[in-house]
Structure formats: C-alpha cells, structure tokens
Nanobody, 121 residues
C-alpha cells in the first residue's frame, strides 16, 4: 500500500508564509511527477504546481512568483513554500504523486488526504 501524508497547513494573515510537505510511504519503486492541487469552497480542484523527478517545475499563473515547489527524492517528499499569501489562496491543498510500486506494475496516481490553508485579510 502507498500513503501520502501532508502536513503544514494552518491559518495565516495575508502577506505571510506557510510551508507544506507531503511524504510518500509504503511499497514504492519509483516516483515520477509530484504535484500540489487545491480546492476552494464551491470551486473545482485546480493544479497549483508540479515537479518532475528531474526537478522541472510548472506553476499556475495565480501563484507564479509566490509559491515554490521542491522535492527530496531520497525522502519521497514534496514541498510547497507559499509566500505573500492572499485570501484567495484559502483552500484545501492536496498532494499528488505518480508512483510505480513494483517492477510488475505500472504507475498510477495517489492522493493525500488534504490539508487546510486559510488566509485572512
């Protein structure tokens, strides 16, 4: 079994910073892309940022220049540093990873349980 466990959410004032982390555990052969998504109340889940196994990154326009995604392949962990937070960043943040468990299986997407981020104005 594979688990993704997020941590680091919370309440922050606008302009502040928060850091999220997500650790994958279980039977893991390789982890390909990892990503952070978010879902605000009443809205669809959206991609915030993604990072390949080689370190190439991609960001939603709304977070470019404010958020930074990174990963530690040795720890099977992905991070999201969020600076200059805005009230519109308020959402549940989910990590996602494309994981291959064994040589005999193909990779598939796994999701964390989500962590709440609330930004007050």
């Amino acid at each position: 079994q594979v688990q993704l466990v997020e941590s680091g959410g919370g309440l922050m004032q606008a302009g502040g910073s928060l850091s999220l982390s997500c650790a994958a555990s279980g039977t893991i052969l390789t982890i390909n892309a990892m990503a952070w998504h978010r879902q605000a109340p009443g809205k669809q889940r959206e991609l915030v940022a993604s990072i390949t196994s080689g370190g190439s990154t991609n960001y939603a326009d709304s977070v470019k220049g404010r958020f930074t995604i990174s990963r530690d392949n040795a720890k099977n962990t992905v991070y999201l540093q969020m600076n200059n937070l805005k009230p519109e960043d308020t959402a549940v943040y989910y990590c996602n990873a494309d994981i291959r468990r064994t040589y005999y299986t193909t990779s598939r997407a796994y999701w964390g349980q989500g962590t709440h981020v609330t930004v007050s104005s």
